[in-house]
Nanobody, 121 residues
Framework: QVQLVESGGGLVQAGGSLRLSCTAT????????MGWYRQVPGKQRELCAV???????NYADSVKGRFTISRDNAKNTVSLQMNSLKPEDTAVYYC???????????????WGQGTQVTVSS
């Protein structure tokens, strides 16, 4: 099976920066799009940024100009550089990957366990 392991969350002051990383392991044949989502209690999970296998990116309006998503295909890793953080960015951040597994015949979405990001004012 496939597992996504996230790291980099924590507490930061407004205006500061954090870098989240997520590494996919397991029976991976290929990875298509990867992305970062976030969720606040009582709210729906929302997209922050996605990146295709070719490196094309898309960002939510709320994070454009502040967040940068990147990937290292050799390491099956996706990262999210978060700059100029705001209290509104406080959430649990989840890594997502669309993966074709060696044991599967179709791609499927896999999720990380989530990492807490807290931005203080």
């Amino acid at each position: 099976q496939v597992q996504l392991v996230e790291s980099g969350g924590g507490l930061v002051q407004a205006g500061g920066s954090l870098r989240l990383s997520c590494t996919a392991t397991g029976s991976i044949f290929s990875i298509n799009a990867m992305g970062w989502y976030r969720q606040v209690p009582g709210k729906q999970r929302e997209l922050c940024a996605v990146i295709t296998g070719r490196g094309s990116t898309n960002y939510a309006d709320s994070v454009k100009g502040r967040f940068t998503i990147s990937r290292d295909n050799a390491k099956n890793t996706v990262s999210l550089q978060m700059n100029s953080l705001k209290p509104e960015d406080t959430a649990v951040y989840y890594c997502n990957a669309n993966v074709l597994s060696y044991v599967g015949v179709r791609t499927g979405d896999y999720w990380g366990q989530g990492t807490q990001v807290t931005v203080s004012s």
